[in-house]
């Protein structure tokens, strides 16, 4: 047995903890201050007034023992600094990528490749762009469309791999845009639809489809090693083969990747853009120079490429893959039994919960997403996201009344390998609190905003307040 006992019902964090951290206990009176300072945005609170933070699983995992003396030994030569070499070897190892460029971090990589490819006036197809992706794409005068199957907008659907792209979309796009596509993202797992996986067999008709029509396909690849444990466990032939040889098969359909390393990557900050086209490689090394630095180091130091290129392998264990996923199935059981509406099935690195099914008496534009961080930020000092009206939504140019996300959902992050099952049956019984109040809960109202990028910083009050008029 290559991993845990399978006599075993409990599926152990497999490390033993060497360094902590204290983290803040407050008192609801003291939290009610903060949020109240925060203008009731848990985008606004501070570090130390979160006792678990479920933002995000970007950059907040834990670096091992073994990374740690890797950052000891970095090399910080400014050219051909020997990290860089290490790093180099490690991921063509594992991808198959002939062209290694580090960045600082996944969207950078993002804006080099597409401006690199020149993709102003073009469109790019893809299961689903992320928002910096997306950003980038429209940024650079280009149009993303979103092709992802429809099962991924069903809540209680229990595809296995709602990530996937819709294959007769794609080739029906294909044919009618023809010369103006310019590439094929596909997002693994896809994270705007609720860290959905994408199948081997989905992977492989989307590369086909792009080899047919010569359009070059890319791997947003940020949650490489989750994929390919979630197509170990869900996919038919694939419960016999190594996550490393999955992990080969999925890279082997692409012509190169970006990567934001501070997910899979198990660092703090990073990013990875690999191609297999030479001409491309050098324009993306020329354009780097102006936002990275020198191609050997991509905006980060040399101990920073020595961590990455420890952890790269570190995510490929069997063990840390089925702790991994488990805590997140583990969460998403606990939440379910409380009654809890979720997207179903649990997925790779989030427990995503339907707010608006939560709160029917609050409309989308009372933001029922940022109700329910509020309501769990107070309840026991847990910070999640809203993803629903106040990131998506944008006030109408006329009315200036909010036209409403697709969805209305609360994404509860889990960093890797930085919380403990005790930390999970906390949320949830944080969460049971929240339940047994959902009736109570009132909507939001926006005081102020941002012109850009609103849900990062704007204010916000209960509605009818004294301090929202
Ligand atoms: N692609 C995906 C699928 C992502 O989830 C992210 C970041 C990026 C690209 C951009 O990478 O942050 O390193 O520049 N996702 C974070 C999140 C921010 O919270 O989901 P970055």
């Not at 033993?16 to 951290?21: G, L, N, Y």
């Not at 300072?37 to 995000?56: E, H, K, M, S, W």
């Not at 997306?134 to 990530?163: R, S």
């Not at 488990?326 to 649990?346: C, D, E, Q, R, W």
Request: net charge negative; glycine share 8%; aromatic share 8%.
């Amino acid at each position: 047995m290559s991993f845990s006992d399978q006599s075993r019902k409990t599926i152990i964090e497999p490390f033993r903890i060497k360094t902590v951290e204290p983290i803040a206990q407050t008192t609801r009176q003291q939290r009610e201050g903060f949020l109240t300072d925060a203008c009731y945005n848990p985008f606004r609170l501070r570090g130390g007034q979160v006792t678990i933070d479920l933002l995000t699983d970007s950059g907040t995992g834990a670096m091992s023992a073994a990374q740690w003396a890797a950052v000891m030994l970095g090399d910080e030569t400014y050219a051909g600094s020997e990290s860089f070499y290490d790093l180099e070897r490690v991921v063509q190892g594992i991808t198959g990528m002939k062209f290694i460029i580090p960045t600082h971090q996944g969207r950078s990589s993002e804006h080099i490749l597409l401006e690199a490819m020149n993709t102003a006036g073009h469109v790019v197809l893809a299961n689903s762009h992320f928002d910096t992706t997306k950003a980038n794409v429209e940024y650079l005068k280009g149009t993303p469309i979103d092709l992802v199957i429809a099962e991924a907008h069903q809540p209680n659907n229990v595809h296995p791999f709602k990530g996937n792209m819709d294959l007769d979309k794609l080739e029906s796009h294909l044919k009618e845009l023809g010369d103006h596509v310019a590439l094929i993202i596909m997002t693994i797992t896809n994270n705007t639809v609720g860290g959905q996986p994408v199948s081997l067999s989905n992977l492989q008709a989307v590369s086909a489809l792009a080899k047919r029509f010569n359009k070059p396909l890319i791997l947003d690849a940020a949650r490489f090693a989750e994929n390919a444990w979630l197509i170990k466990q869900r996919e038919d032939g694939q419960q016999h083969r190594s996550v490393r040889a999955i992990v080969r098969d999925m890279f082997d359909l692409a012509d190169g990747f970006t990567m934001s390393s501070k997910k899979d990557g198990l660092v703090n900050i990073g990013g990875l853009l690999c191609v297999n086209d030479e001409a491309l490689a050098d324009r993306c090394k020329s354009l780097m120079i102006l936002t990275e630095g020198f191609p050997t180091y991509g905006g980060l130091a040399g101990r920073d490429l020595a961590a990455l290129a420890v952890g790269l392998e570190e995510v490929l264990d069997d063990a840390y893959l089925e702790y991994r996923i488990a805590s997140v199935a583990y969460l998403h059981k606990a939440l379910t039994s409380i009654g809890f509406p979720l997207i179903n099935p649990s997925g790779g690195h989030a427990v995503y919960v339907d707010a608006k099914a939560l709160y029917p008496h609050i409309p989308p534009t009372q933001y029922p997403g940022v109700v329910l961080t509020n309501e769990l930020y107070l309840a026991g000092g847990i910070r999640g996201v809203e993803i629903g009206t106040l990131m998506f939504g944008h006030p109408h140019p006329e009315t200036g009344v909010d036209c409403p996300a697709a969805m209305e959902l609360v994404r509860l992050t889990i960093p890797r390998r930085t919380y403990t099952q005790s930390h999970m049956d906390y949320v949830a019984e944080v969460m049971a609190d929240v339940w047994g109040n959902r009736h109570q809960a009132k909507g939001l109202q926006i005081t102020w905003q941002g012109p850009i990028l609103r849900a990062f910083t704007a204010k916000l009050a209960p509605v009818g307040s004294m301090s929202s008029v």
